[in-house]
């Protein structure tokens, strides 16, 4: 919800505030920074002091960074305080998958942790709904204000989520170890790609639809319509976990999405871009959800909240490329077409890495 608000707040920020395109894309990639920072911290602290505690930790940092970033009077300001709501959500994403993870093995592991990231999709539906009911009322700092809400979900995992064993530290030259693994850094390469492509092209969705014609309201409209197709690209994604090794199905979505990029790219009308933009959304979401199964499922319990937080930092510094980058190449009037070109290139190669990492050891198609 915190992310796909963000992409909604966005066109209303850029013009109240007269921000150029390149300033705008600067607010996601600060926000992506945040979050490389808070993978890297909250996914080691994870394995120091727990799951559920950090947690809470990283969602009280989001919610109340929200919360004052409400109250941001600049450009400036804006940026630093986004920075840290940034860190709390780049902490909570590894920590929630490194727990599911925990709780299940073999291709029941798979399936669950690609449908709890569906709820990513659901995320994003509710920040849509927020835009478009609520932002004549509430304007974007009353949304952040709902949005801070969240942190009263911290009391509800208190109460209602179990601490699992705690993990055995590990020596550091293990961890490290890892750092120089063949699998590891192919790894990296795929999170690079899923999250360049995803951060470039979504964060900039609302913005592009109003480029194609449509006014900034009709763009929730349609955006939400592309969202929801996200929903069956994650279930199609865990179905298949039934019946194929999961870097094949990671491999198929990032295809998918490199089809659906081309054909977005190249739409003209409100209806094709619509069609287009589902076509993208159902796979780009799929292979998300598949990668973020694979990455825990490769390390020991001991190290998964360290590696899995490191693979999504490294993921996420794609995710600050990519806005940046659209931002800019609009402003050089470089063509929709060419840029979705770019993205189609990247998921492609995305899909490659993944190829090449040995099978993971709870990857295979088994019970669980």
């Not at 911290?41 to 989001?62: E, Q």
């Not at 927020?130 to 932002?135: G, H, I, K, P, W």
């Not at 952040?144 to 109460?159: C, G, M, N, P, Q």
């Not at 990032?254 to 054909?263: E, Q, R, S, Y």
Request: hydrophobic residues 55%; proline residues 3%.
């Amino acid at each position: 919800m915190d992310v796909g608000l963000l992409s909604f707040i966005m066109p209303i920020v850029h013009q109240e505030w007269t921000l150029t395109n390149s300033q705008t894309g600067l607010i996601s990639s600060v926000s992506t920074i945040g979050m490389i920072c808070g993978g890297f911290f909250f996914g080691y602290l994870a394995d120091r002091i727990g799951r559920k505690n950090t947690l809470m930790l990283s969602l009280l940092t989001f919610s109340i960074g929200n919360f004052i970033l409400a109250f941001a009077q600049g450009f400036d300001s804006f940026l630093i305080i986004r920075f840290f709501v940034g860190m709390g959500l780049g902490g909570e994403l590894p920590v929630a998958a490194t727990y599911v993870s925990d709780l299940y093995s073999g291709a029941k592991r798979s399936r669950m942790l690609i449908l709890a990231d569906s709820f990513w999709a659901l995320g994003w539906l509710v920040a849509s709904f927020l835009s478009f009911a609520l932002n004549g009322i509430l304007s974007w700092r009353g949304l952040l204000i709902v949005t801070a809400i969240s942190a009263f979900f911290a009391i509800v995992v208190r109460k209602q989520v179990p601490e699992l064993k705690k993990p055995t530290a590990k020596k550091h030259h293990f961890v490290i170890s890892k750092f120089l693994n063949f699998k590891t850094i192919m790894l990296w390469l795929a999170w690079f790609m899923v999250m360049f492509s995803y951060y470039g092209m979504f964060m900039w969705l609302p913005g592009i639809m109003t480029s194609k014609g449509n006014s900034v309201v009709d763009s929730f409209g349609y955006s939400v319509i592309i969202i929801v197709a996200q929903l069956p690209g994650y279930f199609t994604a865990a179905w298949l976990t039934k019946k194929i090794n999961l870097r094949y199905i990671f491999a198929i979505y990032m295809i998918g999405t490199a089809v659906g990029a081309v054909l977005f790219g190249q739409a003209q009308t409100p209806v094709a871009t619509v069609i287009c933009g589902c076509i993208l959304s159902f796979f780009n979401l799929g292979a998300y959800g598949t990668i973020i199964a694979i990455t825990p499922s490769i390390y020991d319990s001991a190290i998964r909240g360290t590696m899995t937080g490191i693979a999504e930092g490294i993921g996420r510094i794609g995710a600050v490329i990519g806005p940046l980058l659209v931002g800019i190449l609009i402003d050089q009037k470089v063509g929709i077409n060419a840029i979705f070109i770019i993205f189609m290139v990247s998921l492609v190669i995305g899909a490659a890495a993944m190829l090449l990492i040995p099978n993971p050891e709870h990857s295979t198609v088994e019970e669980g």
